[in-house]
């Protein structure tokens, strides 16, 4: 008896079926056939009909990207794995490799990361395909760049556009020069700012409503509009009203970080690691009133190590993880807390230098 044929799927068929997969196993199917290659890897359509709708069933992978130190290479840990110690780590290099030296991670948005290296060159690039371009260079305005200050990465839906933020001073002049300018995606072009002195630590802004958001050392948040047509302004908002508690003094050694969930987080770790965190939400954009303490974490099974800064922290669904120095020697270590839980997992990264998060996608960078 002759063998039944199955009837081929129709295009559109097979396309919905894999927009329901993950990216790591898409990216192991375009080895199955040139024809799943080109849908996967070269169909632009098809990369923004599986981020949309990854977006909206709140599926995306989100992994924390992270330089080495001395190093032009990186690596990446998966942050939804429930505990940091049962991690997967995957080591990569951006293609083009920048220059010799350090990898400077700017930040990410829908799966795109930004960096630059020591000579003012800057690279947009997917971890997940592996894709990158080379951005324009950074105009030469004869300041003697040192180190980088603040930094950050947006985008702007009406106009599909990508901006990156940069600033930078030098140990050159007196008062010291600065320096601070803004790249389009559209425009292919770097903007330099007028930029006065602000008092910001370094850190990767923190993205909500088309805008970068940092701390100013009087926790003061300093926001910048990435949609800002002229007169590139600094505005501030003000932080929760009950940051602390009625007749509790400010402790200097608590630290207080920025995160984005859906809105935009203000996080408060205590001066104790035993004691935990709180988070507060801002529930309507530049609401002052409108901060609302989101929930407290105190640690059931704290990390013995004696925690000396922390440098960055990712709010998300069912957990927080953020970055810690430890010990004398300043050595990098992750913290993740299950919410459900208050356990507390906890990781040391051995050469962990900057990090950013970013969440997994097939997007196509443009030429």
């Known amino acids: 008896m002759e063998e039944a044929k199955l009837p081929e799927l129709r295009e559109e068929v097979i396309e919905l079926i894999l927009c329901w997969l ?13 024809h799943f290659h080109s849908i996967i890897l070269s169909d632009a359509k098809f990369a923004n009909f599986h981020f949309q709708a990854a977006r909206d069933r709140k599926t995306l992978t989100r992994r924390l990207l992270y330089s080495i130190e001395g190093s032009p290479r990186v690596e990446s840990i998966d942050l939804e794995t429930p505990y940091l110690g049962d991690c997967s780590f995957a080591a990569g290099k951006p293609e083009p490799e920048p220059a010799a030296g350090e990898v400077f991670l700017l930040g990410s948005c829908n799966g795109f990361v930004f960096l630059g290296s020591d000579e003012q060159v800057f690279y947009m690039w997917n971890p997940s395909t592996g894709f990158s371009k080379k951005l324009v260079k950074l105009p030469d305005t004869g300041v003697k760049h040192d180190r980088e200050m603040f930094c950050g990465v947006g985008y702007l839906p009406a106009t599909d556009d990508y901006r990156v933020f940069v600033t930078y001073f030098g140990y050159y ?52 509009d990435l949609a800002q047509r002229k007169d590139h302004k600094f505005k501030k908002m003000l932080p929760p009203k009950g940051l602390y508690e009625k007749n509790e003094r400010r402790d200097y050694n608590d630290i207080i970080q920025l995160s984005a969930r859906e809105c935009l987080l203000l996080v408060r770790f205590l001066n104790k690691a035993s004691r935990g965190i709180h988070v507060w939400v801002m529930r309507e954009y530049d609401m002052p009133d409108s901060w609302t303490k989101l929930f407290n974490l105190k640690f059931s099974d704290p990390p013995k190590e004696r925690w000396r800064y922390i440098r960055g922290v990712w709010v998300m669904e069912t957990s927080t993880v953020f970055k810690i120095l430890v010990g004398d ?27 950013v ?7 196509p960078i443009d030429d």
Not at 199 to 208: K, V
Not at 341 to 350: G, L, P, W
Not at 357 to 363: A, F, T, V
Request: hydrophobic share 40%; proline share 3%.
């Open 22 to 34: 993950p990216v790591k196993s898409l990216i192991r199917f375009t080895c199955v056939s040139k």
């Open 173 to 224: 002049g007196d008062p010291y020069d600065y320096e601070a300018a803004i790249f389009s995606s559209t425009a292919n072009a770097w903007e330099i700012l007028e930029f006065n002195d602000l008092d910001i630590s370094p850190a990767e802004g923190t993205l909500w409503k088309e805008t970068l958001h940092w701390l100013d050392y009087r926790l003061d948040i300093v926001a910048f």
């Open 329 to 355: 020697r300043n050595e990098r270590a992750l913290v993740k807390i299950l919410h459900k839980d208050d356990k507390c997992s906890f990781c040391m990264v051995e050469g962990m230098c900057e990090s």
């Open 357 to 363: 998060s970013y969440q997994e996608s097939l997007l």
